[in-house]
């Protein structure tokens, strides 16, 4: 699918994130990049073969302030 070269990564691949986007829709937050792999807002990722990657969100570090 991909023409870029270097070639981007393939669907496959731990870094398939690092392709391309050949679609992006930000007020759908979605983007479709050029490896077939449809990547959300939330860090969810749809692949090629049907297969869901559930979202990645970091960790929040917020905290708890009380009134003392």
């Known amino acids: 699918m991909c ?3 270097p ?3 393939s ?3 731990p ?5 391309h ?3 992006h829709h930000p007020g759908q937050g979605w983007s479709l990049l050029c490896n077939g ?3 959300f807002e ?11 990657i559930a979202p ?6 917020h905290q708890v302030i009380t009134a003392a």
Not at 15 to 19: I, K, Y
Not at 44 to 52: A, K, S, T
């Open 56 to 61: 990645r969100r970091p960790l929040g570090t």
């Open 3 to 5: 023409d870029h070269q």
């Open 42 to 52: 939330d860090t969810g990722e749809l692949l090629p073969d049907g297969q869901v």
């Open 37 to 39: 792999v449809l990547l």
């Open 7 to 9: 070639p981007c990564p």
């Open 21 to 23: 986007p050949v679609a």
């Open 11 to 13: 669907a496959d691949s």
């Open 15 to 19: 870094d398939r994130e690092a392709a």
